[in-house]
């Protein structure tokens, strides 16, 4: 999902990427480019890091091969037969394939494995069924120098949790929507099902309780989920709904803008779950279909000025201290969520955005706008006697 002014609609080197598939076409099939392509963005990436406090280091006459001195601020110690140098060398020559392989994928997963992990105590916990995703996610977090467990491999996260005994603190999710048939019927026992077996034909109520089944005694969830995880009864998933709702953990939720994704149009909204809510009994509604920018004719991005806005908006439901606003959000009781049989669409919540008054007397303006209509009808007319006419002149009577 695109959240800032910086995304990848533009990220400045396109060209460079494109030219490099064109040199692979023929070669590999196209859904493997990605593999090369990103692995040596990735590489290119931690050995600009690295010459840069290589040459700290050299300025100020220290160990340049001295491990720690990178570690300390954070920056991967690239061997030397890794460095950008060494293969931008061999770049002409038959051996390119192994120097590129020994130097950055076997390094890069040393190096996310081994990582000691400095920023303060934030660990990382995941997994991902599919391969490439996964390896992109380990990669994302050793450009960040973010300590993290993926697991040992990638895998089904219903048929094979990685991290069973895991109860954490926060939990980011943007699972796929709508999965079907991810119950073969051996998980119907799972203990993850606490508000209710999910249909085997829809996963999103599957991925929802199984955040919440991995959520510590004051841990929080923000979760991406389609539009019909709102208001879905089939399959018993209105009944899910109610009981997660009756259990007080759902903190708000958002009705985010169309076309926030490359892959899909599917509407989406935002899902976030507290164990611990500081308004309890309250559920925080916003409606933020209306925000965004489009950075091109297919993709929209929320823009840092509309991030911001929300997050004081649940500041200050969080504080107790939030105004509704029609048309925008809402502080719901529970009460009012059980009248509205637990579907939880904002728009049902929040109203319509009230339009201020322009000051014109509602009798001028109906004669203003009832003359405007008129006019319009008679152009109507006017235009509707021309096609007749032009269509009658060759050969087509109406």
């Not at 079907?180 to 099902?193: E, I, K, T, Y």
């Not at 579907?343 to 009832?370: A, H, N, Q, S, W």
Request: glycine share 8%.
């Amino acid at each position: 999902m695109a959240l800032t002014n910086n995304n990848s609609a533009a990220i400045g080197f396109e060209q460079q990427i494109w030219s490099a598939a064109d040199i692979l076409r023929g070669n590999m099939d196209a859904a493997e480019y990605k593999h090369v392509v990103l692995g040596l963005i990735f590489l290119k990436y931690i050995s600009d890091k690295f010459d840069e406090r290589y040459h700290e280091l050299q300025a100020d006459d220290d160990d340049v091969e001295d491990r720690d001195a990178y570690a300390e601020v954070n920056v991967f110690f690239v061997p030397p037969v890794a460095r950008w140098c060494v293969i931008a060398e061999a770049a002409h020559k038959e051996e390119i394939g192994a120097v590129i392989d020994g130097g950055m994928f076997v390094q890069s997963s040393d190096f996310v494995k081994s990582h000691s992990g400095n920023i303060g105590n934030l660990s990382i916990y995941g997994q991902d069924a599919n391969p490439t995703t996964r390896k992109m996610a380990l990669m994302n977090l050793a450009i960040r120098g973010i300590d993290s467990d993926l697991g040992g491999y990638n895998a089904d996260t219903f048929h094979e949790d990685l991290h069973p005994a895991l109860k954490a603190d926060f939990i980011l999710a943007n699972p796929p929507f709508n999965l079907s048939d991810w119950n073969d019927g051996s998980l119907n026992d799972d203990p993850r099902w606490k508000y209710g077996l999910p249909p085997s034909g829809n996963a999103n109520f599957a991925w929802l309780q199984h955040m919440i089944h991995h959520l510590s005694p004051n841990g929080k969830i923000g979760m991406v989920l389609a539009n019909g995880s709102l208001s879905s009864q089939s399959g018993g998933e209105g009944n899910i709904r109610r009981k997660i709702v009756e259990y007080d953990l759902v903190e708000g939720i958002i009705a985010m803008p169309t076309q926030l994704f490359y892959t899909t149009q599917i509407p989406v909204s935002l899902w976030f779950i507290s164990r611990n809510k500081n308004q309890k009994g309250k559920t925080l509604f916003i409606d933020a279909r209306k925000m965004g920018t489009m950075v091109n004719r297919r993709l929209r991005e929320m823009t840092a000025g509309d991030i911001e806005k929300i997050a004081a908006t649940f500041a200050e439901f969080n504080n107790g201290t939030l105004n509704d606003v029609k048309g925008f959000c809402a502080v719901v009781a529970m009460d009012e969520i059980a009248r509205q049989d637990f579907i939880l669409t904002p728009g049902r919540y929040v109203g319509i955005e009230e339009r201020e008054d322009d000051g014109e007397p509602f009798e001028e303006k109906m004669t203003r706008l009832t003359g405007e209509l008129s006019a319009m009808f008679r152009r109507s007319r006017e235009l509707e006697g021309e096609i007749r006419k032009r269509l009658g002149a060759i050969g087509y009577e109406i």
